[in-house]
């Protein structure tokens, strides 16, 4: 769409009193990763056949899947060719790669996601060298996806039914899905387009259950794409969001595989049945911990999408005068506005840094497991776990914020709001259920609180449980230090009281198991606990509302840097000329519904009822 830019934001941006560039270099983590990225962005928007001539809401949901499948095996022929052209696309220093230009190719979810993200990167991770070297081909014919969870068992997962049994007289594995409740439900991909995938299945020996592996299984004929004998594959239907994943569903009945594809890497079965154990439990669990950890960098791209959009929006849409006789204001000026949004924008540079602290922990971590050393993994799995929970909890709240923000032309799909809502409240349940992840943490703390309570030596990082006992919190201080302070009081006060409760209830003659249930509420929930008073939040309320005002005129600004273009915001009301009315008018007039003056239904239906007293 060609036409000026709205004066008002063309003001906004002469306002800013920052270099723009500069913090996108930041957000990208330099400026060259600013190049490469707009370079790839370039690549790949410029294929045509990604793009669309009807708006995806019109097609049914089988032309959906045909649409995005489409497109996605263009996207997977251009990484390819940029693997091959050795441009590193997966590095996670930065959410802007390849990844999140997808978001304006499908406007939904690519169905290869699993395929890319978690297939390759499992088999990376956790087959041998030499699985890897048969595997991990370019021209592979495997399309893959990670099954695990069932339609009985998500969350706990030792509770997972599927069966793998060695049958030493052949050599292979028989999978099996003994009851309906063992049924593989949800991943993605695995409907239609997957033919193989990495299943997670309980490793059976000698009548012995070793707990759960994955095995790498195939489940439709490469040539024919067929389902093999004993395999019954299909989708599992509409869903809030992720329409475009191909969620499937998955029955094994007594399918062979060779003994050499349970993955090997951690963990081996040799030819006579041996079973070689991992040095870890929890080494299988590898690939979640990897996409928990990946997942805060994503999210906090889907706060900047939408703090772009509701920002942009807020300063094109104007709505009653704040005196009255003056005109009617920018909706940005509204304090109560600021406030909705300026904590999206803070939010999602808080989890990119996080992200990317994560990104680099893990990288240190794994590094670390392959030379046999696992103590970092416990702390490692525990930050995840709560980051994972806290970002996507956070992240669906306030783009759910922002669309609200944008009144009701947020609720217009053409906003790209509540798809981007619909996409980022499905993390809040899958790679692990947000209580299910806080349970994990507090798990961990209160292991930490009991060696505090019963004055034993502490590691440095929970020095401040000791400090806390000791009544050695200074008063609340309003500054960074001061912060982070209140943080580890609450945190401190709130593990003591879930630990005084789980004590409590054992003292009570309850099991652990049942007294930790008990406890729970306290273990995920926030507490009092903390050393701020009645004064101190009064004053960090009206700090608050001087920043706000600070802000302000930085707004625009601030979301220009985050540098996401048009044709991957995706939004009527979100693009870089804020010609919003402009283009909300051209996207109706899209409407199937306005294609005929008058709808034939009007004949059939309509009409006979309202002039039938003329008739
Ligand atoms: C690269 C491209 C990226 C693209 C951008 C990103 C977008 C990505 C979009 C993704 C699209 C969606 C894909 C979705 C996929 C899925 O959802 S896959 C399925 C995910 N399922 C889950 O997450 C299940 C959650 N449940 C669990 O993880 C486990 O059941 C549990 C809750 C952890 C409990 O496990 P259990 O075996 O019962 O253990 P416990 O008896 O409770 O003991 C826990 C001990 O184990 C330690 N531990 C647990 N997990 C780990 C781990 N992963 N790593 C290390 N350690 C672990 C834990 O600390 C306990 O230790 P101790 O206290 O010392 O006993
Ligand atoms: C969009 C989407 C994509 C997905 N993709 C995949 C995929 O590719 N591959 C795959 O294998 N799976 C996938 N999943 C499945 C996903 O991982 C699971 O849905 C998720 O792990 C939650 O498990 P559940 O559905 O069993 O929830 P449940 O565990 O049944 O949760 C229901 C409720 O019970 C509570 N609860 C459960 N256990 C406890 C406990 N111990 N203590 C306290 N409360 C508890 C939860 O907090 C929640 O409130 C996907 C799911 C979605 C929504």
């Known amino acids: 769409m060609g036409g000026r830019v709205n004066e008002d934001l063309i003001k906004e941006r002469r306002k800013c ?220 239907g509409p869903k809030m969001g992720f329409n475009t994943a191909d969620n499937g569903f998955l029955g094994f ?122 103590g970092q993994l416990p702390e490692l799995h525990a930050l995840a776990c709560c980051l994972k929970a806290i970002s996507s909890r956070d992240a669906s709240a306030l783009v759910e914020q922002c669309r609200l923000a944008c009144g009701g032309h947020g609720y217009m799909m053409a906003s790209n709001l509540p798809q981007i809502y619909a996409y980022t409240t499905a993390a809040v349940t899958y790679e692990g259920e947000y209580t299910v992840l806080l349970l994990q943490t507090a798990r961990y703390l209160v292991k930490f609180w009991r060696l505090a309570a019963e004055h034993k030596p502490l590691p440095q990082n929970f020095a401040y449980f000791e400090d806390y006992i000791k009544k050695n919190f200074e008063q609340w201080r309003n500054s960074p230090e001061g912060i982070i302070e209140g943080f580890k009081a609450i945190v401190a006060g709130k593990t003591k009281a879930a630990y005084d409760t789980l004590q409590c209830n054992l003292r009570n003659g309850r099991e652990f198991e049942e007294a930790w249930n008990m406890a729970s509420v306290q273990l995920t929930n926030a507490s009092e606990y903390s050393t701020i008073s009645r004064n101190d939040i009064e004053a960090l309320q009206s700090r608050y509302e001087e920043l706000l005002a600070l802000i302000r005129p930085n707004a625009v600004g601030l979301v220009d840097a985050f540098d996401i273009r048009d044709e991957v915001l995706c939004s009527t009301l979100g693009a870089y000329d804020g010609r919003v009315y402009e283009r909300m008018m051209e996207e109706a007039s899209k409407s199937p519904l306005n294609e005929d003056v008058v709808n034939e239904s009007f004949h059939k239906y309509i009409r006979p009822v309202t002039m039938k007293n003329k008739l």
């Open 17 to 236: 009193t920052f270099d723009i560039k500069e913090l996108t270099h930041i957000i990208d983590c330099g400026e060259e990763n600013t190049i490469k990225r707009k370079q790839i962005d370039n690549y790949i928007l410029n294929i045509k056949e990604l793009w669309d001539d009807v708006p995806e809401e019109y097609l049914s949901h089988k032309e959906r899947y045909e649409n995005a499948i489409k497109k996605a095996f263009i996207v997977l022929k251009v990484l390819r060719q940029l693997h091959t052209g050795n441009i590193q696309i997966t590095d996670h220093r930065t959410p802007t790669n390849v990844y999140s230009i997808q978001d304006g190719i499908f406007r939904n979810v690519n169905p290869l996601l699993i395929h890319i993200g978690l297939f390759w990167s499992t088999i990376a991770a956790q087959a041998s060298t030499e699985q890897q070297a048969e595997w991990l081909q370019p021209d592979s014919s495997m399309i893959g996806t990670y099954v695990q969870t069932e339609l009985g068992h998500g969350s706990f997962i030792r509770g997972i039914e599927t069966t793998a049994t060695y049958d030493s007289t052949t050599d292979e594995f028989i999978l099996h899905t003994p009851r309906l409740s063992a049924y593989k439900w949800w991943p993605g991909g695995l409907g239609n387009t997957a033919n193989a995938c990495l299943v997670m299945a309980q490793l059976y020996i000698n009548g012995t259950c070793h707990g759960l592996h994955i095995f790498l299984a195939q489940i439709r004929d490469f040539d024919t794409h067929k389902p093999l004998p004993g395999i019954k594959v299909g989708e599992i």
């Open 253 to 374: 009945d007594n399918h062979r595989i060779p003994r050499t594809n349970m993955l090997m890497k951690n963990v081996q079965v040799l030819r006579d049945g041996t079973y070689v154990k991992p040095k870890h439990d929890k080494l299988t669990y590898g690939s979640m911990l990897l996409t928990r950890v990946t997942l805060i960098s994503d999210l906090a791209y889907q706060l900047s999408k939408a703090a772009t959009i509701a920002v942009r929006y807020s300063a094109v849409r104007r709505q009653s005068p704040i005196k009255s006789n003056e005109p009617e204001r920018q909706i940005l000026d509204f304090v109560s506005q600021q406030h909705k949004l300026f904590i999206t924008i803070a939010s999602s540079h808080v989890y990119r840094v996080v992200g990317l602290w994560m990104w680099n922990s893990h990288k240190r971590v794994t590094a670390d497991i392959h030379e046999g050393n696992m």
